[in-house]
């Protein structure tokens, strides 16, 4: 084996740790940076950094697989690819669910204008949350006759 400085070093074999690179272009481009990850306390390469469902750091981007972890074979990244997928279904009905209850909330608070309340007790299941103004009164009832 010959050496960049022109020393030859005798030697029958020569065994070199790879260095893997995740194919994250696509994915740095939405924003997750690439880590690098170790395996027995040695730097393997460089991945995106994800939790146990495959969500990075940035809210609406998931990963699974080698693109998450260089050393998973490929039964163990089919496993994160599901896992991954239940978690993105899991936060889009978090988020219909929240858009739904303000739609609720809007069309209740907008009938309530039109009927004269202002005032409206909001419940959860603990118990009244709050209330938001107050009904009309008539004063008809109040005021005296000539």
């Known amino acids: 084996m010959t050496l960049a400085d ?3 070093i005798p ?3 020569l ?3 790879p260095r893997f690179t995740a194919r994250a272009g696509l994915l740095t481009k939405l924003g997750p940076e690439t880590t690098e990850q170790e395996w027995g306390g040695h730097v393997v ?5 994800a939790d146990a469902t495959g969500a990075t750091q940035v809210p ?3 990963v699974a697989g080698n693109v998450a972890n260089l050393t998973e074979q490929v039964i163990g990244a089919a496993g994160a690819g599901v896992r991954a997928a239940a978690a993105i279904n899991a936060d889009l009905i978090a988020e219909d669910t929240r858009r739904a209850v303000h739609s609720h909330h809007t069309a209740v608070r907008d009938h309530h204008l039109r009927i ?3 005032e ?3 419940k959860d299941r603990h118990g009244v949350r709050g209330v938001r103004g107050r009904r009309a009164r008539s004063t008809a ?3 005296s006759s000539p």
């Open 60 to 62: 609406g981007v998931w």
């Open 45 to 49: 390469g460089s991945c995106i950094a």
């Open 141 to 143: 009832s109040r005021c």
């Open 11 to 13: 030697c029958q074999a």
């Open 15 to 17: 065994v070199v740790a």
């Open 116 to 118: 004269g309340v202002s």
């Open 120 to 122: 409206v007790h909001i």
């Open 6 to 8: 022109g020393r030859v």
